[in-house]
């Protein structure tokens, strides 16, 4: 039984930017089940969270724990447990600092993650990165705690110092939200961007075609994919965007919506 449900959830998926981890977190799952324990997850994408959680669902006899190392985290490792599972899961989360003289060089989390990635590192042994005007917290697979503190020694071309450090440095992640009354002509993803983002619909487009802007933290595949309540728009470098609510038309045609940003 568990065969045909693993290859239904690998067809659903297929074709599709989620296959690749669709097979290993399908694989994970199974293997729980298999063993009737707990089968721990590396650090996975909010869309890719949502995968998780509808395989075990798909698959039964599975709960599903998320954790990210802090409140708010964005990634979070997934731990798949066999109903008859009575422990409670290690995630075997770490946190690793980076500082740097922050007077002479400005680094950012895509510096950060440039680094970090050609040191050859999986991208699934990191979760977020939470950088500052002199430092940034890495939070990472515990195994790897040693490996980045041995080699992670510049970014770019800024030396750095690293050490281990603790979860309870972090800072629950506070988000600021406001909320956007508006109309749009059409319930198009471009339409909503423009208005969510601030930007002309064009404009917008084009931030679609040069895959800055995601739908349900998926690539977007034609500005004129339309919306549903609920569905998160997520830009590089300007947030999210949730669509809170649908409402009627106007006298002039125009489709009233409800946004919720966040920063």
């Not at 063993?35 to 959680?53: H, I, T």
């Not at 990210?68 to 979070?76: F, K, L, S, T």
């Amino acid at each position: 039984m568990h065969d045909d449900a693993r290859e239904k959830i690998i067809r659903y998926y297929k074709g599709t930017e989620g296959e690749d981890i669709a097979v290993k977190l399908v694989d994970f799952a199974v293997q729980a089940i298999k063993n009737r324990r707990c089968k721990l997850v590396g650090f996975l994408s909010p869309f890719e969270q949502e995968m998780a959680g509808t395989i075990a669902k798909s698959l039964g006899e599975l709960n599903i724990d998320f954790d990210g190392g802090y409140r708010g985290a964005e990634r979070q490792r997934a731990a798949f447990c066999h109903e008859d599972f009575r422990g409670t899961p290690n995630f075997e989360i770490a946190v690793v600092k980076a500082e740097w003289n922050g007077e002479f060089a400005r680094l950012g989390h895509r510096d950060v993650l440039g680094s970090i990635m050609s040191l050859g590192v999986d991208r699934s042994c990191i979760g977020d990165i939470i950088a500052t005007k002199d430092n940034a917290r890495l939070i990472v697979d515990q195994k790897m705690c040693d490996y980045f503190v041995a080699n992670l020694t510049q970014i770019g071309s800024t030396p750095v110092k690293t050490t281990v450090d603790e979860l309870e440095n972090i800072s629950p992640k506070e988000e600021r939200t406001k909320e956007i009354k508006s109309t749009v002509a059409s319930l198009r993803i471009d339409s909503i961007a423009a208005v969510g983002f601030g930007m002309s619909r064009s404009k917008a487009a084009q931030e679609i075609s040069a895959e800055k802007i995601k739908l349900n933290w998926q690539t977007v595949k034609s500005a004129s994919q339309t919306i549903k309540v609920g569905d998160i728009l997520s830009m590089r470098g300007r947030g999210r965007l949730e669509v809170a609510e649908i409402r009627g038309q106007t006298k002039k045609g125009r489709v009233g919506v409800l946004l919720k940003r966040f920063f």
